[in-house]
């Protein structure tokens, strides 16, 4: 395999960085002809420019250990002769739940004809970004990370100098799936407009570039806001320590701006000006994974809109990874992703399988030091959902069903093994106790008595981490003897079902609880029991008839997907209550005129008015419609 980057160097614009700042890297070469292709990676994020035109942004969230370069296509840009590349690299620096902080750099060579003609080095010249505010910090949300301000009166910077190369160690590998595409700017409705304010519409749930074309008399600062709905006649722009906004500060005269390192994820953007504006456009330029969804046409109008909102969310919710919500976190989860590619394999011409493929392999590539899974993937956040850890279990053996492609079996192999040795040592007494202290939150769902309180000193067995531990064990026999792998923990299987059910199972109602000794009688905790294979038929069918007539304390739409399985397990019949309960749930947003379904049913009033309207992991009717 030819390697590339020999003669190139990692570089920066300082020999010393600072987090939440911007360089910018100038280099020439001369073009023959032929296909040009630049390699590009980057820590942060990145805009190539190529003779001052737009080509590629958005750097492929990796690790140092996996890191990731774009293979970029540049010849039509190219004309014979000289040719200038401008780089500008947001190096972010602070953790949140999409980027793991590393050190500043940037590398990239460009080949035309099997030869090297430009590559990062000393020599390649290199200044601050004089536009955006360096170190300015401004968090979005900690999950998202930083804003920004644009400063457009600042002169272009001419004092660029040679920059300095930086001992960055780092395993490089190409992207793994396709860029995302552009498509023309969203079409805006203009709700209010009074010179120096403007509510705007895009129509429904968009995901993109936030840019900006306007003219103005005056320099001045504009802050422009984004959201999901409309609130008292505004867009919600502060949550609690959330702040959904950044700043322009436009020069006299005429100002075109996009910013293409961060994308957006919302319905409504609020305009507020220090002055009037003549505004020509301010929305969003629509990026998009190019996916092609299978047709379905149902006879019930309703199950088509219901079908559609899903589909609509798991595109919107498709950028370098899975994101949960492109609103308020843009965050790669074990179990949110999950739901997500079980859709995208139903949903999609050809399963969009490389997709989840790259997605599980990056899981994979997470080297939290206690062997679990980071929260997020990747993620500088210190915490761990120990239950995500076990859903990918889930994920892994749902792609080889689907795909038949042993290969990332291998690859994720000894991490699935790391994994399940971290919680053999949980076991006492032949039960599977939770985690506790700071960096760890035991959390099944978003119902009663399902969530502990993040960094909980408390550690105890309880029915739903012993029984996904049994569901991941099983997935992982299934694994394993599909790439001729020993499996070597069957006696673990054996003991926990048995133990499981002595302590959890109370014969009077025929019902699991949550906790042993109490009467914490869930619809998830009995669902996963029946799917860890805990009852015998008799047992089943009673839960089942008590899942169906809604006795059990209810879970929320991205764990309904447990509660039909389980059903269905039981019993085929149970399909015409599910088809039911779905449409009745679902017509709620529906009846409020949603165009991407919600994180729970409860909508933007959820989790202290922060519930997302956009959410991929509650895109699960698709399985079942």
């Known amino acids: 395999m030819k390697e590339f980057f020999n003669d190139a160097s990692w570089i920066w614009y300082t020999e010393t960085e600072e987090t939440d700042t911007y360089g910018d890297f100038i280099d020439n070469f001369n073009y023959t002809g032929g296909k040009a292709i630049c390699r590009l990676s980057c820590d942060g994020d990145y805009v190539l420019f190529v003779n001052g035109v737009y080509v590629s942004s958005n750097q492929y969230g990796d690790f140092e250990h996996y890191k990731i370069y774009d293979n970029i296509d540049i010849t039509d840009h190219l004309m014979i002769g000289e040719n200038t590349i401008r780089i500008t690299v947001w190096h972010l620096g602070i953790a949140s ?7 500043a750099g940037l590398l990239y060579e460009i080949e035309c004809n099997e030869k090297t003609v430009c590559k990062s080095c000393e020599e390649t010249l290199s200044c601050e970004n004089p536009n955006y505010k360096g170190g300015y910090k401004k968090i979005i949300t900690s999950q998202m990370g930083q804003s920004f301000l644009f400063d457009a009166t600042k002169p272009c910077n001419t004092a660029f100098h040679n920059s300095f190369v930086i001992d960055k160690k780092c395993r490089m590998y190409s992207r793994p799936i396709k860029k995302s595409l552009l498509l023309n700017a969203k079409e805006i409705i203009i709700l209010k407009d009074e010179g120096n304010y403007y509510l705007l519409d895009l129509g429904e749930e968009t995901v993109g570039l936030p840019t900006l074309n306007f003219y103005t008399d005056v320099p001045q600062k504009i802050t422009v806001c984004w959201g999901e709905h409309i609130i008292d006649g505004n867009v919600r722009r502060k949550i609690d320590n959330r702040d959904f906004s950044f700043e322009y500060i436009a020069k006299k005269g005429e100002n075109k701006y996009t910013n293409y390192m961060l994308r957006l994820g919302c319905r409504f953007l609020e305009v507020f000006c220090e002055a009037p504006i003549k505004l020509d456009y301010i929305g969003i330029i629509p990026q998009v994974y190019s996916v092609e969804a299978i047709s379905k046409t149902f006879t019930e109008p309703l199950k088509q809109k219901i079908y559609d909102l899903c589909v609509n969310t798991l595109k919107l919710c498709l950028m370098e990874r899975y994101v949960d919500t492109p609103w308020r976190e843009q965050s790669f989860y074990a179990f949110d992703s999950r739901n997500q590619m079980l859709c995208g394999y139903k949903a999609f011409k050809n399963g969009n399988s490389d997709y989840a493929r790259a997605g599980l392999l990056l899981i994979g590539q997470d080297n939290r030091e206690d062997g679990l899974l980071s929260i997020t993937v990747p993620s500088g956040t210190e915490l761990a959902i120990p239950s995500f850890s076990l859903h990918y279990f889930t994920s892994v053996k749902e ?15 000894e991490k699935l093994l790391k994994i399940i040795q971290v919680f053999e040592k949980q076991i006492q007494g032949g039960l599977l106790y939770t985690f506790r202290d700071s960096g760890y939150w035991n959390f099944y769902d978003w119902s009663a008595y399902m969530t502990e309180k993040i960094g909980s000193t408390d550690t105890r067995p309880d029915l739903m981490i012993n029984c996904l531990y049994v569901i991941a064990l099983e997935n992982f026999k299934i ?3 599909r790439i001729n792998k020993p499996f070597n923990y069957q006696n673990i299987v054996d003991e926990l079902k048995v133990n499981i ?43 089942a008839e008590k899942l169906s007539c809604n006795k059990l304390l209810k879970c929320s739409l991205s764990m309904k997907c447990f509660k039909y399985d389980a059903l269905l397990k039981v ?29 729970v049913i409860e909508g933007a009033n959820a989790f202290g008015n922060a519930g997302s309207l956009c959410h991929g992991w509650s895109a699960i009717p698709i399985l079942y419609l």
């Open 97 to 103: 739940s999409r980027y793991k902080p590393a050190k």
């Open 571 to 599: 019993d085929p019949k149970y399909h015409q209550y599910i088809i039911k309960e779905i449409c009745d749930t679902y017509k709620v947003m529906i009846d409020n005129d949603a165009t991407s379904v919600w994180e």
């Open 399 to 413: 792609y080889l069903d689907n795909t038949n492609d042993l290969s990332l079996a291998f690859e994720v192999y």
């Open 501 to 543: 059910k002595q302590n959890f199972f109370d014969s009077k109602n025929g019902l699991f609880s949550m906790s042993k000794g109490c009467e914490e009688f869930t619809e998830l905790g009995n669902a996963v029991a029946i799917l860890a294979g805990l009852t015998i038929p008799e047992e089943s069918c009673a839960i």
């Open 479 to 481: 694994i394993s003897d």
